[in-house]
């Protein structure tokens, strides 16, 4: 969970732009398609959990502003779908942190981006 106290930065920066951000470690996309916080947190729990069934998760916590996934692929890399701005007509953020930073983070990024797409919110 401390890894994830410096995502508010990240969130902050992100959210001026709705293009895909990376640097060094960190691959963050916009998610659309859900009205509310509720909404966002349980579609993002139910693809985490998807995602878990198919490639290597250590954990997966469910908080009151987003989901968490440890261990994600490797346990250098941590994932979040954080969906706090949601209620305020922003969009979900999908960041995934590695502490590597020369990996390949991004395909991390766009299976969770194709779960989601491919839930269309159910």
Known sequence: M????VIASAMAAAAASA?????????????TGVATTADCIARAHRIM????QT??????????????M???????????IQCSSVDR??????IVHDTRNDTDIAVTAERIVQYWDATGGK
Do not use: C, H, M
């Open 70 to 80: 440890y261990g994600t692929d490797n346990n250098e890399r941590d994932a979040t």
């Open 49 to 52: 959990t998807r995602y878990s």
């Open 2 to 5: 401390k890894r994830f106290i």
């Open 89 to 94: 007509g922003g969009e979900a953020l999908l």
């Open 19 to 31: 293009a895909p951000a990376n640097a060094a470690g960190w691959e963050i996309r916009g998610l």
């Open 55 to 68: 490639y290597y998760v250590s954990e997966i916590q469910r908080g009151s502003i987003g989901v968490y």
